[in-house]
């Protein structure tokens, strides 16, 4: 069994700092807890942050898409917000995390906090530019999801709490296809990459490429996207796709592990990016104006 | 500590330590359709219901439900629906050792109560937590095929 000396419950995140803090002994906090039920964190005591009013999925009065950190994968598959937000590229990763009851509980925060280089829902978020929000005991910082990887299992949070990220209105209508590679459907994935692109009068504008389990931290391609943006649907030639997946699959730091070798891994995100930003194209190219 | 929830409609008070699962919190209390298998979330045969949902007991802190509500199939049997499933489980021939029946039968319960519409895909998604080592997963799908075609004649 887990041991624990206290189970505290949260009514507010400024409340779960506190309690986080008061001690005695190291502290963690947990949501769903199906990663922490398997891995019994070493600490005293845990902070429950179900009840602290962060569990909620909005659409701000600026459009943006705010996910509380303790929604949990269910809501996000589910949501009428989360399904109709860049073409619902959020709730379908929601909806490839573990199986149906382990979506009742698990969360978005949680995910995110637990920080695996494999964090299954880190690339989709990356790639629609995800902001967090972190609380303090009497103030809120914001930065981007990409400085909050600080390494494997590693945050910039220290004691503070991750009270949800939130996806800018101008990535609503982006056009947005993420893809998991794992050995069998519930195992930690061997390679994922997404893919968002904002495309307007046959130009791509956005790009972004994002890439998981192939690197300490989940991360960006940022030189590959540098070569979409601004290029025309008809210029992105198979030669050029060709190009862009080659400097994506050069820009991660895969390692060998008993699922794949790293050669392996950066081969597959050569594959999926080329297919992804195809993928995107391809339905533009047919008519659409997403 | 002290929890208080409602279990299969009836108030409960439990005494767990703070570190236990549900699941180890419904064997010790006798609650025996909640089977105890692979512990890490994956197998689906501790499946119960909290607030109306599917859960994997065995990666659920049972502090965690103090003042929710949970359903297991002791809380069922006499449930029209529940009764329609277990018939045809047996029917087709879905079931063999039985160790994953329980939970199998929580999933689909969940999904025949909530969803508008329920075709094969939708009861494969529903069943994507519940493994089954003997018969496989065709015979579960056709019985519950069977009980939503009975549920859309009804409507």
Redesign the interface.
Known sequence: ???????R?AANPAEAVALMRKGPGKGAY?A???DM??E?PNCD??V?I?RAGIGDVAVTPGGDLFLGAAATL?NLEDNDFVTGFAGGAVSIAA?HC?????R??ATVGGNLCNALPSADMAPVLLALDATCYIADEDSTESLPLTDFFVGPRMTVLEDRLLVGVALPAECAGWRCLAHKLTRT??DISLVQVAVALGVEDGRIQEARIALGAVAPVPMRAILAETMLIGQEIAAVTPDVLGDVAAIAAGECEPRDDHRASAEYRRHLVGVLTRRLVEGILSDNREGGTA | MNISFNLNGARADWEVAPGETLLQAFRAAGVFSVKLGCETGDCGSCTVLLDGQPVNSCVVVAARINGSSVTTMEGLLNDDLMIRLQTELVEHGAVQCGYCIPGMLISLYALMKQAQHVDEEAIRHALTGNLCRCTGYVKPVEAARAVAAAMEVSK
Do not use: C, K
């Open positions: 069994m887990w041991n624990l000396q206290d189970y419950f947990i769903g807890g199906t039920l398997l019994h005591f845990v429950d179900n269910q909806s573990g199986n149906r009851p382990v009742t509980t459907a519930e």
